[in-house]
Each structure stands twice: as structure tokens, then as C-alpha cells.
């Protein structure tokens, strides 16, 4: 990926990684941000208490793909409470929990709807500092569960909460310190002392994300992060990029003017050819004024798949 350019004068590059402050916490305007959207969201900031509760961490296989399958028939009832109220709130009853857990222990659910045919992978929550994503995801996979006749053909899998440690802490990168949008195992992946991990795929909510790719192969994916206000792509994806921009409203960014070493945009879209979108929300402290239109672009992305898809 890339992430794009800021939009208004008053954002920040919150994905660039050339400044130092950026490896460690969301900068000043999405933090603050974010941390706003959350609470206002929800109505009281008591719901931090009710996050994701810690749990003691199950084995972690190494090998990518070795956990690729769902495990079946196993309602999200059954692991409600590990998950976050904002999470589940819009939700009823569909829905995986994954047998990895974030690198803290915390739960990793994803949501499957369709039999068979292409696949759109959504995920949110890479960045846990980054409440919209999140919400926008949850929303999303509540309406598809009202809508069934919204997915007649092929497959969206929805991840809606990537690193659920980051979003308790309200923290850009995970429990070990990783921004997780440089730990994936692209060719331009680099060290940088471990905050891109120690070396690629050293983190679980990265192979959380592989082993979703090799069980649901993708024909196109969108990654949502937040507030750069943009749609970004890499891969064979710059029509998708112009159909989601004319459902959403937001503008087609294709350069970044920074590196993104290790990012998910530049594995799966680029070294990959995976049409890959990273759909940057605007600011602000709730993501329902957006909902309908980032809704329908969230549709257009599997219409794509379906006509290019596998
Ligand atoms: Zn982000």
C-alpha cells in the first residue's frame, strides 16, 4: 500500500514511517481522533472495560496456512464476551473464531458470507489506533446478515478487527510493538530495528491475515484504514479504485511519496497481483455518516470480483 496524501490542512501522514513518532503511536490528529470516534460511538467510555478480554493465549503455529480452516459451526455466542462491544454490537449471531489469538491473547473472529466462488476479502483494524475501520467493518458485516440477498454469488470475508490488542490500547501497532501494516512478507519488506517485527510474518495477527488469504483466496481485497480520506491502490486494481471512488465520494490516490516497506498493499497487490484497495476513511468521530456510501463501495469491490475473479 501506500496510504495516500493528506486531505485538509490539518491532517497528518499517519502511515508514513519516516518519522520516528510515527513507528511508535498514531500521531497527534488520528489519535486523537480516533480516540474521540470511539467514545463518542459508543456513548460512554466505560465500554474500554468491556473490550476484548485477555484470555490465555492458545498454541501459535508457526507455519501460514496450517490453520487456514474456519473452525465450523461455532457460533461467536460461544466467544461474545472476548469481543469487543463495538465489535458486536451490530451483530447477531454468524461468524469464526479463528484458532490463532493476537500476540496479547485476545480473540481473532472473521465473518464468511456466500458458498462458493470469488472471494473479497475486507479487513479493518490493522492499525488499532484507528476506530472507523473497525466500526464501518462491524456495521458492514450487520447489514449482510439482514441482507443475504446482498451476496448471491461468490464470497465476502470480513475481518473486521486485525490487531483487537492495539484497539484496547488504542495503539498504531500491536502488543509487540509492530506496526503491522510492514510485517508482511512483501519483497521490499525491511528491518527497522523490530518495529516492522523481527523479520516478516514474526507477528500472529500477520499470519492471521495469510491464513484467511490461502482458506479464502481473494480476487480482489480492500483493507481499511483511516483518515487520510482517500482510495488507494496497488495491483492490478486502479478500475476498482475508480468505481469505489465514484460510490464513496472519495478520491483516487495512487502515489504515496513515501516507502511502505512490508505493507499488506505491497504484498498482495503488488508482488501478488491481487487487486488490493486500502480505503482510507475520513476523520472523524463516527463512521455512520459514511456508512452508505462506503457500504456501496464495499459492494462495488465484490461486483469486481466477481467479474475478474476466480
Ligand atoms: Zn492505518
Known sequence: ?????????????????????????????????????????????????????????????????????????????????????????????????????????????????????????????????????????????????????????????????????????????????VDLNRNYPATNWRRRADRHGSRPVSEPETRFVLALMEAYPPSAIVSIHAPLACVNYDGPAEELARQMSHACGLPVRASVGYPTPGSFGSFAGVDKAIPTITLELRPGRDVAPDFDACRKALLVAHEFSLANGR
Open 1 to 177: 500500500m501506500g496510504g495516500c496524501r493528506p486531505v485538509g490542512s490539518e491532517s497528518r501522514v499517519v502511515e508514513a514511517d519516516t518519522s520516528p513518532a510515527a513507528s511508535t503511536a498514531e500521531a497527534p490528529i488520528g489519535e486523537s481522533l480516533m480516540t474521540e470516534a470511539a467514545s463518542s460511538s459508543s456513548g460512554t467510555s466505560a465500554d474500554l472495560d468491556l473490550m476484548a478480554t485477555r484470555t490465555t493465549p492458545r498454541a501459535q503455529p508457526d507455519a501460514v496456512g496450517m490453520d487456514a480452516s474456519p473452525i465450523s459451526d461455532r457460533s461467536i455466542d460461544a466467544d461474545r464476551a472476548a469481543l469487543p462491544l463495538e465489535l458486536t454490537r451490530h451483530i447477531s449471531t454468524s461468524g469464526n473464531i479463528h484458532p490463532l489469538t493476537s500476540a496479547g491473547g485476545r480473540t481473532l473472529a472473521y465473518w464468511v458470507f456466500g458458498e462458493t466462488g470469488p472471494v473479497t476479502l475486507i479487513l479493518g483494524g490493522m492499525h488499532g489506533a484507528e476506530r472507523t475501520p473497525t466500526l464501518l467493518c462491524a456495521e458492514f458485516v450487520g447489514w449482510l446478515e439482514s441482507h443475504p440477498e446482498a451476496v448471491t454469488a461468490g464470497r465476502i470475508v470480513v475481518a473486521p478487527l486485525v490487531d483487537p490488542d492495539g484497539f484496547a490500547s488504542r495503539r498504531r501497532n500491536n502488543d509487540n510493538g
